[in-house]
């Protein structure tokens, strides 16, 4: 059953989702450690904007 018109689905449980929260936590992992956000975005199947959206918080906020 859809969720509720007012409840919005995030990460992981949105049906467009590319990746999983544990994707999230190895692409923040691998930029920190020195990897660039081209060569990340390339291995997860990503843009490299959305690399970045990712590790500032900009998207995936919900997972620490």
Do not use: Y
Request: proline content about 8%; aromatic content about 4%; glycine content about 8%.
């Amino acid at each position: 059953t859809p969720p509720p018109a007012n409840e919005h689905l995030i990460g992981e449980a949105h049906p467009n989702s590319k990746i999983t929260e544990r994707d999230v936590l190895k692409i923040r992992a691998l930029v920190a450690g020195g990897a660039t956000q081209t060569e990340v975005a390339s291995i997860f199947g990503l843009t490299q904007p959305n690399v970045s959206m990712i590790v500032h918080g900009v998207t995936w906020k919900h997972v620490a």
